[in-house]
């Protein structure tokens, strides 16, 4: 194997030069490096010619040409897949039957069984197999091991058990006008309609048709067939044996794709898909002006300077769309973890033409879905909104996992921190620039040589002391562990690895190696239970020596990235556990590596739960269902404004998706920032779900307190409005993880009525909190315009300007410490202000509680805590209370949103914590005088408290601010009473 062969890019090889490496690596390294500097000159954007576009990936070209046929022939293009009427049987909510492929001039028929799940919720479940190939009786080429069935396990994978089938659905039959029909959900009624020939699926909600399958019959399912003898003529379409960069394909199946058109007639805009670094409403890519000429392509893979604006795939996929018209949502799944592209076209609706659809709607979006192996496997959700398309979802992926509190806290990384005296002299700085962090993270260079579980003994000789140092004032330490395993001698990791077959292996069944960080490395196979048992081991603090409770873990490199292989990935006919090809699991790979690592954290100490502490671990390749045990990043992103504005739709999409717990290099990986963007990139970081500051290896120290002023002091600024609003950023991930909800909302998933707001993505409403963020995003920005989307009152988060205007934009200024933050009425959040230096050191702190008051006069919050660190909140031991206020009496209340259970530890460690302050913003003037006073009443006695009031005036609302009004979080209930003496 040459290791220049596909080699890395250059800043890589660089790093990996500079650690103990052998001799021909460094010597490879060097060239490299000189190579670099030279080609760095030139060009730092992504090497195209290292990943595939459509017309070089066989079946997405067949595919695609397939699409364009049936467009141009119109109605004179004929389907060949039919459903027969005879084979259709329907019981405990699923109806079966059999779809027959003819093929064009041969009597033989391909047959496909077809199975419709429809489920309790009201989502429905199409799976099509093929029968030759779940029966064996398929012959394999070149000698193949592999499984002959199409892959269908993405579903042990991706969703959680325990769905139920829908009893209440049910089917009739016309054979005369050749449709079956399904009725079915509960509230709201659904209908499939089914035609048989050519095979359609129209799914109705009231009675209108929300989503049609095949529709414009690209559905397409490659069967297999042997080789046919070469002829002189032939076109290569890539059927067989397939190269790319160097590496050939060996395809043991042959061809053996999948695809289906999905119709959203009236659905203008379709979101979702990711990850792409791409706006949030999904553009067209069939060409024509500001639209893309390539499908969303979803093939988890290390993209090294990946460009913004593209539709190209990034490291993770996750194939979840959500359609969105006005008041109405609905939304797939495509439960395919192979390579798949999904092409995305508007078709303008004509009112005066016959359609079968309502065609009242000045649009449509049409996609056409491509994958390059496993059976057709699909969800379809019928909303009507998009809360409960992300309950359905949830229910079916799982929910967020609920994350320990620190993890949503700062976190500061480089890449990477040399020494624990490294680590010792940052944390130092961080107290004495009274900046708040929570963790510190140890890149790659904290081992020996590359040696995952080790610690390098020169640089990393106490470790333990260093984490012990950290827990002091509760901190903890993320390291990295790669799935890719160093290929050496005395190093038990890898001796173990393959001696009991649990790595990957290539084609010919023999154990992979190839090459990324370590040079020489084995890949650990996470599909096998046996590797998991024994990667569970690997994280006993006696295996780890040198970890404790207070380190978790990264998991990068898990696309997984190969630096010689085909499109820095593994050769897709390698073969994993139980003989299935990597072509068939690709995307799934991130996920089952960071499962495993969740797993392997969470039992190092105890098989019991109520012994374990909630781990946090970061992955950088995920797939639907990823949310369950994972927060994610978007990879290697540039020092460069492009990169900041692309976050925030990349961020978005992850929360459409289902995966909430996301972030974005804070400062750019790649690069230096300037101080002003470094600056805004602090500022929009504290807005991330997943805040973390990080840098490549080659890149200037910026630890925040090295900025100067007035630099550092924003960030502090912006950093404590993190800690300060954690209590609300906990809220709002308790309820993702319940129920769903996008932690960063925009704002079609708030107004859906409000198409205006549709293609907004640099603007998002936090959770329930009403707080409506825009954070400056561009270079010398002097003013940003948010979107106002609805009615109601908007108030400045500092200076409490009002705003008002509905589906208009308000102008608000922005010098470098302004970070644009509206409130908007009607709601309540709860803060604690008090600077500390970790999150833990906050966990009984006083509360702050703040009152956006509505134009109706009323207000309403949620605000959840647990101890942030266990699994005891899931006996009961948490708070969850609304605060509601009210004009009419002027009163404020908090209300328990749960019972709570008796012997509930966090209840009673919380029993003195006060609220120390009450800000109400926009009450009416007058409503208290000069020196209005407080009555609060609490625990069965009243009692009076102060309360300064700032009348309102220049444009700017009534502020009340009750101080101290000595009153526990529980029992609060405040009455303002007029008092004008
Ligand atoms: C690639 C990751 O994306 C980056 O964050 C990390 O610093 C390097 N690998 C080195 O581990």
Redesign the pocket.
Known sequence: MNFLEGASPVR?AK?TASTAAPSVLKLCCYSLVVFGAIFLQVTETVKHENFKICSQSGFCKRNRALADDATAAGSAWVSPYELEPASITMRNGKLKGTIWKTIDGQEERVELPLVFSFYEQGFVRLQIDEAKRLKGEIELRNGSKVRKERYHEAEKWALVPGLKLSTHAKHTTLEEAGVTRVHYGGITAFEAIIRHNPFEVRFLRDGEVHMVLNERNFLNMEHWRAKPEAKEDDVDNGEWDESFGGATDSKPRGPESVALDITFPGYAYVYGIPEHATSLALKETRGGEGNYNEPYRMYNA?VFEYETDSPMTL?GSIPFMQAQRKGSTVGVLWLNAAETWVDVIKQKNNPLTFSTHDNSYKESTQTHWISESGILDLFVFLGPNASALYRDYGAITGYTTLPPMFSIAYHQ?R?NYVSQDDVKTVDKKFDQFDIPYDVIWL??EYTDEKKYFTWDPLTFSKPLDMVKGLDKRQRKLVA?I?PHIKKTDGYPVSSELTSRELAVKDKSSKIYDGWC?PGSSNWVDCFNPSTVSWWKEQFKFNKFVGSQRNVHIWN??NEP?VFNGPETTMPKDNIFYDNWEHRDIHNLYGLTFHNATYSAVKERESQNEDKQLRPFVLT?SFFAGSQRTAAM?T??NEAKWSHLQAAFPMLMAQGIAGMPFAGA?VGG?FGNPSKELLTRWYQAGAFYPFFRA?A??DAKRREPYLAGEPYVSIIREAVRLRYSLLPAWYSAFHRASWDGMPILRPMFVMFPDNEAGFSIDDQFFMGDTGLLVKPVVYEGAESVSIFLPDRQVYYDYKDFTIYKGESSNVEIKTPLERIPMLMRGGHVFVRRDRPRRSSGLMKYDPFTVVVSVGDEGVADGVLYLDDGETYAYKKGEFIHRSFIYNSAGNTLESRDLAPETANNRFVKNMKGVRIEKVILVGVKSGAVGKKGKVTVKSDGKTWDAKVTVEEGKDGKATVVVVRDPKVRYKFLALVITTSHN
């Open positions: 890589r790093a290390d490291y990384c890449w890149d790659i990295i790669d960080w990068d490199m990235s950088r990043w990879g290697d290099d990986f990080h490549h290896i």
